[in-house]
Nanobody, 115 residues
Framework: QVQFVESGGGLVQPGGSLRLSCTTS????????MAWYRQAPGKQRELVAR???????LYADAVKGRFTISRDNAVNTIYLQMNSLEPEDTAVYCC?????????WGQGTQVTVSS
């Protein structure tokens, strides 16, 4: 069974920063495209950022220039550096792993941006 350990969420003031981490096990991490999704209350889940197995990155328009996704294959971990956070970024952030038809989800970590 694939396992995810997500961390780094919490409460932060507008304009602040957080760094999310997602460590996986029981998959060949390096061949998977990895991503962060988020779901705010009453809204559909949306893609925040993706990083392919080759290191290519993709960002949602709402976070371009503020968020950075990265990966460290040596420790089976992806990161999401979030700067200039806004109240609209408040959501549960989930880690996703994708390889061909195989897709796995983490449990999520809460991010709350509020003064």
């Amino acid at each position: 069974q694939v396992q995810f350990v997500e961390s780094g969420g919490g409460l932060v003031q507008p304009g602040g920063s957080l760094r999310l981490s997602c460590t996986t096990s029981r998959i060949t991490f390096s061949i998977y495209d990895m991503a962060w999704y988020r779901q705010a209350p009453g809204k559909q889940r949306e893609l925040v950022a993706r990083i392919t197995s080759g290191g290519t990155t993709l960002y949602a328009d709402a976070v371009k220039g503020r968020f950075t996704i990265s990966r460290d294959n040596a420790v089976n971990t992806i990161y999401l550096q979030m700067n200039s956070l806004e109240p609209e970024d408040t959501a549960v952030y989930c880690c996703n792993a994708l390889y061909r038809t195989l897709k796995y989800w983490g449990q999520g970590t809460q991010v709350t941006v509020s003064s």
